[in-house]
């Protein structure tokens, strides 16, 4: 099956810095999604990319689709407390069935005010 | 316009009962998937309902089914309960057809617990 590997696992930061998280897939997405999870809820969208280079921001966070299809990446500016959480990325293949989202294993970002 | 509505947000169940799970998704949504999350395994798949049919089904035994009902709401169902179903169920609805972008989006979650 498809593997997508979501790096880093864990991230400790202080308040103020920027964050790099990415997805690396084994095999061609056609959408790449991104979400955050805060404890005991469920995963919120964050962002959502369509095509290949593809750079959408959405306030302090910024997410692009590569250019080979087979990664996305995240980033956050300034970060602040309330960044804290599970981000995960997911896919959707472009085998032509689109039923099945792939989901990273996530980065949980702790942010330290 | 609301999100998607799980419900119970909590529940506790002892080994060998069954439980079921109830989603309705957001307004329009015609497509239901069920998702399993646990710390060790995270997001599992565990199927998808378009149309009151289910379309794909993820790696879980038979003691996990679903169905939609015609108003799309939908309902899982987990019989003979093990330690190893504990796990918070998600449920995510998502447009079809030609306004389907791909966007999944997820309800908060019942969190299952089994003793």
């Known amino acids: 099956g498809q593997q997508l590997n979501q790096s880093p696992q864990s991230m400790f930061i202080q308040e103020g810095e920027d964050v790099s998280m990415n997805c690396t897939s084994s095999?061609?997405?056609?959408?790449w999604l991104w979400y955050k999870q805060d404890p005991g809820e469920g995963p919120v969208l964050l962002i959502a990319l369509y095509k290949a280079g593809e750079l959408t921001s959405n306030g302090r966070l910024t997410a692009q689709f590569g250019i080979t299809r087979k990664d996305s990446f995240l980033n956050i500016s300034a970060s602040i407390p309330s960044d804290v959480g599970i981000y995960f990325c997911?896919?959707?293949?472009?085998?032509?069935?689109?039923?099945?989202?792939?989901f990273g294993k996530g980065t949980l970002l702790t942010v330290n005010p | 316009k609301a999100g998607v509505t799980q419900t119970p947000r909590y529940l506790i169940k002892t080994r060998g009962q069954q439980v079921t799970l109830s989603c309705s998704p957001i307004s329009g949504h015609r497509s239901v998937s069920w998702y399993q999350q646990t710390p060790g395994q995270g997001l599992q798949f565990l199927f998808e309902?378009?149309?009151?049919?289910?379309?794909n089904k993820g790696n879980f035994p038979g003691r996990f089914s679903g169905r939609q009902f015609s108003n799309s709401r939908s309902e899982m169902n987990v019989s003979t309960l093990e330690l190893g179903d504990s796990a918070l169920y998600l449920c995510?609805?998502?447009?079809?057809?030609?306004?389907?972008?791909?966007?999944?989006?997820f309800g908060e979650g019942s969190r299952l617990t089994v003793l």
């Open positions: 997911a896919g959707w293949d472009s085998g032509g069935s689109n039923y099945k989202l792939t």
């Open positions: 095999s061609i997405f056609n959408t």
């Open positions: 995510a609805s998502r447009s079809s057809g030609v306004a389907n972008t791909g966007e999944l989006f």
């Open positions: 309902y378009f149309s009151e049919t289910q379309r």
